[in-house]
């Protein structure tokens, strides 16, 4: 039996080509509300907006009830079921059944396709799933956005189609169609770009440069823009006449052009500096087009975390935040920005949330969320560069194409987000300082910042909408406190109830945590939390709850009081760590007990609203709750024994990963961990590499916090075992940072093998960041204290480093001297390892001499070496050197194979700049042999790469130089 569920054209629903009667329009729009989202739970509310809008009738869920009981019984027959689910409703059904989940999948594929014939193939099957417009029938605000999402699709997978035929030079059918394309969507540049292309490849170059006049001319009147600069160089390539002119002669020029691409990237304000802007110096004035080409593929980001369970009044605040979805032209062409701002546990969060909740379908192409720890009680708020990277990971930037500069890093930042209708929420900002480097620059884009101060300063620059929360209504207040215990507790003691209120301020915090404690306990009188709360504290001053009147500590203190004695006990304790959250095995180890019985004390919490389940496992609390709990932990001697079993516990997991990402290293010393700390021994490679990336924000504020704590042995021990991950990830600000402290750290423990230690690390983070002098001078440091230590393997690993960096400043020969003192050293010491590295870095040192046979040598010995230690790593640093050596004896096609090897271990490692290293020489090695558009092809990829990552030295230079100028 064929089943097809159509969303595609008319909603309906086939088994063998026969249509089933789905019932009346309404019916079906229910049916298809659901299937958008297949196998994901829809919320009653968000069905309801879905298919009734602002005008829902009286008994608008009970009437969704009769639609969805019918359609179960038309379904289930058709493998299909519909379920109630605590979230709303969910729809079960096999994707491949939907003709809109098939035509994605068909699509993603096909972008995915190393071969163009199997794309061609995907994308022609995806577009036939296509009879008309989609979900034609239904007119709701939702299912009209839908409509227009999906035309989007679609035009996206045809235009698509017409770049790999282009790639084909099937483009003798393809003036027609682009035409009427054309004419449907006069502004957008790829579409123009496309029908060039094919008319000129046609021997119509006159028509193809009239398409470019009348797009000039359209895009002038309409947006007062000019074209963007790969059309103008497509029309330039027409001008001259280029031979055999295609897509990727240009370096891709349709590729880098989105459906639709008609403003920002290359409108006339962009030269223009301004505050936020992310315009520096031209070393860091951003990513190439790449990178907008890049953003077309990328992941869509869902980080929203769930929604307020309850949320009442805000009206006018909603109101509000809907004006930012009004037309760019309502905005003067800038972002859409909101700042809410109130005290703390006003509900700036949750405002904010139930807003970007209710409103999903505006943002299609995803939803950012970052907290930025304004206002965290150790007073550390998230840093500009930091959160940066988040956002750049959250879109799906490559591992190691992050650039080191903050402007570069902004600049790749809003070139990922240019053009595409993305939320972008900013919560606890500390200031509008923090704020302007990660707004984005694009009209299509909304912001919503929270924070409790005033940020009058994006009014001032970027134009923002401010808005103050206050205390709740006193009627929003009974409203929500209602909507929590149920009406008819509310009814029996009214006087309570008000009581209640009172103390709580119209803080929707407080009242929370006062309706979680009363529900724990239905049969409880009201009257008696009353004088619960009169006892339980006096007002919460240490803590910023701003011009609230909540009696906050009261509050807290109340709740607290009613947990149960595991839950009392490990509460205080999640107060110590600085990091934003914590993991449930950290969490045992804080209290010192079983995963299960905390996991028990932590639902406990949850359920209480003293703590927060933000993601399976992970827990995390309010600030102004974070600050309670400190407060409780510095009263209770035992806390400084719970903070160093966690302490113990990440060291030693940290430790664990690290040997899993660097088998080869030396490994530090450590003392057996404390009982009760349980780490975690991680299964392999990829499993290390999630730990690192799940806690990598704990570790890196868990070393500040040791620090500050006086634990300098822990402090440093910490420090050596992020490297490897933070180099790898191009983490550079954050290993600096962890670093220096490691240094402070081993210094008061005036300990010169740990100090020796991390001043080799620094000197390696200041080469890899251009910082040669500052790298000298720790390399210089470690050497001496290495050499006062008599540390043959610690000298000799200094001195490669040594010769890496007098490499990278140019001097070969200074470098050969430091990589044969390092040779010297690893025999000495019988250390293997480090031996075929030096091997390898002398046979490096000598081909850049010109001395090749000798280079040969020193190369294979390392390599034969290293295949026999499994060193991956230093395999393929030697392929690639082999390779060079071998290139310039004249054995072209045998260099091809070494730096072959040497790329494909380098994209396993995600070794990137090695990846751009080994591009290179690959492409001069096919320009050598007379093979000249491979081995632009290997220098473009590598130029991209070096850009993707933010390098803009002489190495970047060098290959534009050969792009432009093959000899």
């Not at 000129?200 to 797009?215: C, K, N, S, W």
């Not at 403003?263 to 962009?270: A, K, L, M, T």
């Not at 990328?298 to 930012?324: H, N, Y």
């Not at 730096?899 to 751009?916: C, D, T, V, W």
Request: hydrophobic share 40%.
């Amino acid at each position: 039996m064929a089943v097809e569920f159509c969303l595609l054209h008319t909603i309906s629903a086939r088994v063998d080509g026969r249509e089933v009667d789905l019932g009346h329009l309404r019916q079906r729009q229910v049916l298809a509300a659901l299937l958008v989202d297949a196998n994901r739970p829809v919320s009653v509310e968000r069905l309801i907006d879905r298919l009734w809008g602002e005008r829902p009738p009286q008994r608008a869920a009970t009437t969704l009830y009769s639609y969805v009981s019918r359609l179960r019984r038309v379904i289930e027959p058709l493998g299909a079921s519909i379920s109630r689910h605590p979230h709303g409703y969910l729809c079960e059904v096999d994707p491949q059944a939907v003709d809109l989940h098939r035509f994605r999948d068909l699509v993603a594929r096909a972008r995915s396709a190393g071969d163009d014939d199997h794309a061609a193939g995907l994308l022609t099957e995806a577009l036939r799933l296509w009879h008309g417009e989609a979900s034609a029938e239904p007119d709701t605000p939702w299912f009209n956005a839908l409509r227009d999402a999906l035309e989007g699709e679609r035009l996206a997978a045809e235009l698509d189609l017409n770049d790999v035929l282009l790639r084909q030079g099937r483009e003798s059918a393809l003036p027609g169609p682009l035409r009427l394309l054309a004419q449907a969507h006069p502004l957008d540049e790829r579409i123009a770009a496309q029908l060039m292309l094919a008319l000129h490849r046609q021997g119509r170059t006159p028509q193809a440069l009239e398409v470019y006049r009348g797009i000039t001319r359209l895009l002038d009147a309409e947006l007062g823009l000019a074209p963007g600069p790969s059309l103008r160089q497509l029309h330039q390539h027409i001008l001259v006449g280029a031979p055999l002119l295609g897509v990727d002669s240009l370096g891709g020029p349709l590729d880098d052009m989105p459906p639709g691409t008609h403003s920002g990237s290359h409108s006339r304000s962009d030269s223009d500096s301004g505050p936020g802007s992310g315009c520096g110096s031209d070393v860091e004035s951003g990513p190439s087009s790449a990178a907008a080409a890049a953003a077309a593929r990328l992941p869509v980001p869902r980080q929203l975390p769930p929604p307020p369970p309850v949320f009442t009044g805000r009206g006018r605040a909603m109101a509000e935040l809907d004006r930012l979805l009004e037309p760019p032209s309502a905005h003067g062409g800038t972002v859409p920005i909101a700042g809410i701002g109130g005290s703390g546990g006003i509900g700036k969060t949750c405002l904010a949330l139930h807003w970007a909740h209710q409103r999903l379908d505006q943002f299609p192409e995803g939803q950012l969320y970052l907290n930025l720890r304004g206002f965290e009680p150790s007073g550390t708020p998230t840093t500009v560069a930091s959160a940066l990277r988040d956002l750049l990971d959250s879109l799906g930037a490559p591992e190691g194409s992050v650039p080191t500069g903050l402007n570069a890093r902004a600049g790749l930042y809003r070139s990922l987000v240019q053009g595409r209708r993305i939320l972008v929420i900013l919560d606890n900002a500390r200031d509008a300082e923090q704020v302007r480097p990660l707004l984005p620059g694009s009209p299509t884009c909304v912001v919503i910042v929270t924070s409790r101060h005033h940020l009058a300063g994006l009014v001032t620059t970027h134009g923002a909408r401010l808005l103050t929360l206050g205390p709740l209504s006193t009627a929003d207040a009974a409203t929500l406190l209602t909507r929590r215990l149920g009406r008819d507790r509310v009814r029996k003691e009214p006087a309570a109830a008000s009581g209640l209120l009172q103390l709580c301020g119209g803080l929707p915090l407080a009242i929370s945590i006062i309706a979680a404690r009363a529900a724990v306990h239905p049969t409880f009188p009201l009257r008696g939390l009353i004088r619960d709360l009169h006892g339980a504290g006096g007002a919460l001053d240490t803590l910023d709850a701003g011009d609230a009147s909540a009696d906050l500590r009261a509050v807290f203190a109340s709740s607290y009081g009613a947990l149960s004695e595991p839950a009392r006990r490990i509460f205080p304790l999640l107060g110590l760590p600085a990091g934003p959250d914590i993991g449930l095995a950290a969490a045992a180890a804080l209290a010192g007990a079983e995963p299960r019985q905390v996991s028990r004390a932590l639902t406990e919490l949850v359920r209480s609203h003293l703590v927060t389940a933000h993601r399976p496992d992970r827990y995390t609390m309010h600030d102004l709750l974070r600050a309670y709990a400190s407060e409780l932990a510095a009263a209770d001697p035992a806390s400084r024994s719970a903070f160093e079993r966690l302490v113990d516990h990440y060291l030693h997991t940290a430790h664990a990963a690290d040997r899993l990402l660097s088998p080869h290293g030396d490994p530090i010393a450590l003392t057996p961990p404390l009982p009760g700390a349980a780490p975690v021994q991680p299964a392999d490679h990829q499993a290390a590499l999630a730990w690192f990336t799940a806690e990598r924000a704990v570790l890196t504020s868990l070393v500040a916090q040791t620090h500050h704590a006086g634990l300098h042995v822990k402090t440093w021990q910490l420090a050596a075992v992020l490297p490897t991950f933070l180099a790898r990830r191009g983490l550079w600000d954050e290993l600096t940072a962890t670093q220096y402290a490691g240094l402070e750290a081993a210094t008061a423990l005036a300990d010169r093998s740990y100090q020796a230690r991390i001043h080799r690390e620094l000197g390696n983070s200041c080469c890899e960041t251009g910082r040669f002098d500052d790298a000298h001078a720790h390399l210089v440091q470690a050497l001496d204290l290495y050499r006062e230590l008599g540390d043959t393997v610690g000298q000799a690993h200094t001195h490669l480093n040594l010769g890496w960096l007098w490499e990278r400043r140019g001097d070969q020969q200074k470098g050969l001297e430091h990589d044969l003192l390092a040779l010297d050293r690893f025999e000495a010491a019988g250390h293997e390892t480090g031996r075929a590295r030096a091997l390898n870095a002398a046979g490096w040192d000598h081909a850049q001499l010109g001395k090749f046979e000798e280079a040969a040598d020193f190369c294979r010995e390392a390599l034969a070496l290293q295949r026999h230690l499994g060193d991956r790593r230093g395999e393929a640093n030697t392929w690639d050197s082999l390779g060079y050596a071998l290139q310039h004896l004249g054995d072209h096609r045998q260099a091809a194979d070494c730096f072959l090897r040497s790329l494909h271990l380098n994209e396993e490692l995600g070794h990137r700049y090695n990846q751009a290293e080994t591009l290179e020489h690959l492409g001069d090695t096919h320009e050598a042999g007379g093979d000249t558009a491979a081995a632009r092809a290997a220098w473009q990829r590598a130029a991209d790469l070096l850009h993707a990552m933010g390098h803009h030295d002489a190495d970047l230079h060098r290959l534009r130089s050969k792009l432009q100028n093959p000899s």
